[in-house]
């Protein structure tokens, strides 16, 4: 039922004749084809994301978990003004991610980067302290589930002054309730959702999904106004 509402109202909302559907439905098929997990966001989830950077008039976003780029395009095709750094660990899904936005015409406004989440992400963080990169507008963190927080924290720090972030995949079929769980993607959601509901810098909130992906969640956060 929730595949067949998500089909339906999807090809009303975001219908064939859109400029960026078939380099997206490419990517999607591309991807499969290249043997990538069917774990990408949902048409209308990254959509969604996509809106969120027009409504907050983002520049530059910070994806982590690039899979085959499905998202990424998302992201850059609905905002022409959007720069879109996304980084990934698995040498293949590079390669298909590149080929999928080299195939979409993005390649100057997404910048695919190989590597260990926290290794680059931390480089990144120099680079954006030292001034030498933009502060991201927003953040997509949707990578091993493990290092949640710590992409979290990071995020926090490289972001613009009233930047958004959403972590994916919190809720798992609603076993992030489940305080004796010892699956460490579970750890990592719980981790994410209890750190940031303290955290000072930000206000956050979870909104539970349910569509083609099944049911689950994300992890919403603003950043406070600096007060001084
Ligand atoms: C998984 C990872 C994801 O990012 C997702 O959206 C769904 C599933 C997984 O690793 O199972
Ligand atoms: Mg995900």
Redesign the pocket.
């Known amino acids: 039922q929730w595949t067949v509402v998500d089909e339906y109202a999807t090809s009303h909302t975001h219908p064939a004749s859109r400029p960026n559907t078939k380099a997206l439905q490419d990517a999607h098929d591309q991807s499969l084809a290249a043997g990538l997990p069917n ?1 990408a966001a949902s048409p209308a989830q990254a959509k969604f994301l996509a809106l969120w950077c027009r409504i907050l008039g983002v520049t530059h976003a910070l994806e982590l ?1 690039t899979l085959g780029g499905y998202t990424a395009i998302w992201l850059a095709s609905e905002n022409p003004e959007l720069h879109v750094t996304t980084i990934e660990l698995d040498a293949h899904h590079v390669a298909v991610a590149r080929k999928n936005i080299e195939a979409a015409g993005l390649s100057g406004r997404i910048e695919v980067i190989e590597g260990e989440g926290i290794v680059v992400v931390k480089r990144l963080r120099e680079e954006v302290l030292r001034g030498e990169r933009e502060r991201f507008g927003f953040s997509f963190i ?1 990578a091993d589930k493990e290092n949640n927080w710590n992409y979290f924290d990071l995020a926090v720090e490289m972001s613009t002054p009233k930047a958004a972030i959403c972590v ?2 919190v809720v798992r079929r609603g076993r992030v309730a489940d305080a004796a769980s010892t699956d460490a993607r579970i750890h990592g959601a719980r981790e994410v959702i209890e750190k940031a509901g303290k955290d000072p810098r930000v206000d956050s909130v979870v909104i539970q999904t349910v569509g083609e ?1 099944g049911y689950d969640g994300w992890l919403w956060a603003v950043l406070n106004e600096k007060r001084e």
């Open positions: 774990i978990g949707d994916d995949n992906k």
